[in-house]
């Protein structure tokens, strides 16, 4: 539900010379980026729903619980997905099988269940919190699987596909969910129906779509080890990138939920969807030029490059922009509407958190950057000093400021990124301009 994009020693840098390939098809990117937005603003809408619901149905505390089992697994799935999705959508030679990605994925994603498993039984939640914690968990497993299959679609350009999918996703999930908590009143159950349903996409439209890419010789199992730890060395700083990025945005709601409890982490949860609009068309976005920013580094288009990142970067930022002028006339009697009393008074940190989804939308933006540009290793201290300051700010603010502390810490933590990000796009850049001529079929002379 929360989800962006990215090795040292053994970096395989794309090939400047990028073999024919399936997903070579020119499908303009206006097309893409259409498919894409519209199935992320509909999956977007579908989960603020089941936030809605729990907010008219339940209580603030209610709320609180299931964004601290987001904020609790999201980071442990982004970690072990590897962000195998980005590069198997980068990669634009083919360097490894679908079979790869399916079989590291698998692999990974049980490594991550253990892990949720551990930390339920390490930090003592009440009973319903940890069955809450890991079907949650489960639910994240099931889209896991999910995830990979759409990199597989996103390499061949089938970004339709990929949007059908999500749309599919959000409707069922919005039906078994709300159904499930109106008639129980037990998140417990709910989230139950979440993984029911995400697993019914899997197995009945993710799959079959996937067989329809694969020739009849191909597995979605490989046994070739060798070729599985290569991935897994080249994929890992892009595990630990996207990993301290998702603990980056839930590290004020841990530390909120330690000084103010679940109901002021609910209102902070609640608020923080209403900015989904700027994440979706961030994703929508990412996801539709991610490929064309690899061929454009990798051709060594470097101006093309550096053009999109900057208009995409225009974009995020603009968006926000718009928000902030219309969220003191209308913010209080929407968030009345959506959510009840209990947190219409909260329209300062409305207008904090749509400020924050600006350095947030450039901040992703420069990351896809560094993504496509396979700069996967720099990303490491990047993102590691934007946590330590996300941090540094939490627990500087949070104990006085409730949730407006929170959304500073979130600030500082963009802030970083993007300036980070542009130093390592920079270096990027100049690299892939000294590096010579592109003569096809010949690779480029790979750099340290």
């Avoid at 395989?12 to 990117?29: G, I």
């Avoid at 030679?93 to 994925?105: A, I, K, P, V």
Wanted: positive net charge; proline residues 4%; charged residues 10%.
């Amino acid at each position: 539900m929360q989800s962006s994009p990215r090795m040292g020693s053994v970096i395989q840098p794309v090939s400047d010379a990028v073999e024919p390939t399936a997903a070579s098809s020119s499908v303009p990117l206006r097309r893409s980026f259409s498919w894409v937005l519209s199935g992320n603003a509909f999956y977007a809408l579908c989960q603020w729903g089941l936030i809605s619901v729990l907010a008219k149905l339940g209580t603030t505390a209610t709320v609180g619980e299931f964004a601290l089992a987001l904020a609790i697994t999201a980071p442990v799935f982004m970690l072990s997905n590897l962000f195998l999705r980005g590069i198997q959508a980068t990669d634009a030679r083919s360097e490894f099988e679908f079979s790869h990605y399916f079989t590291l994925r698998s692999a990974t994603t049980i490594a991550g269940l253990v892990i949720i498993v551990g930390i339920c039984l390490a930090v003592h939640h009440d009973r319903t919190t940890a069955l809450v914690v890991m079907l949650v968990g489960c639910a994240k497993a099931i889209e896991s699987f999910s995830d990979v299959i759409a990199g597989l679609l996103q390499k061949h350009e089938r970004l339709d596909q990929v949007s059908v999918s999500m749309m599919l996703k959000g409707a069922l999930s919005i039906v078994g969910f709300t159904t499930a908590f109106a008639y129980t009143r037990s998140l417990v159950v709910a989230s139950a129906a979440l993984c029911g349903m995400w697993l019914m996409v899997l197995i009945s439209y993710d799959v079959p779509r996937a067989r329809d890419l694969l020739s009849q010789r191909e597995a979605f199992i490989s046994t070739d080890l060798a070729k599985e730890l290569h991935l897994a060395k080249l994929a890992a700083p892009v595990g630990i990138v996207v990993a301290l990025g998702s603990l980056g945005v839930n590290i004020p709601r841990y530390v909120l939920e330690r000084y103010w409890g679940s109901s002021e982490l609910g209102i902070f949860a609640a608020l923080a969807y209403l900015v989904v609009a700027v994440n979706l068309v961030i994703n929508a976005l990412a996801q539709s030029a991610i490929v064309r920013l690899s061929r454009n580094y990798a051709d060594g288009h470097t101006r093309q490059y550096v053009k999109l990142i900057k208009q995409m970067s225009l974009i995020g930022a603009g968006l926000p922009a718009i928000g902030l002028m219309v969220a003191p006339v209308i913010g209080r009697p929407v968030l009345r509407l959506l959510y009840g009393p209990a947190y219409a008074s909260h329209l300062n940190l409305l207008m904090l958190l749509i400020a924050v989804s600006a350095f947030s939308a450039v901040a992703a933006f420069v990351g896809c950057g560094m993504t496509s540009a396979r700069r996967f290793w720099p990303q490491v201290p990047v993102i590691t000093a934007a946590l330590g300051c996300g941090l540094a700010v939490a627990f500087a603010t949070v104990p006085k400021w409730g949730a407006m502390g929170a959304g500073f810490a979130l600030l500082a933590t963009s802030a970083v990124q993007i300036i980070g990000g542009l130093i390592v796009v920079a270096d990027a850049v100049k690299d892939r301009n000294n590096s010579g001529p592109v003569i096809l079929g010949e690779p480029r002379t790979r750099t340290a």
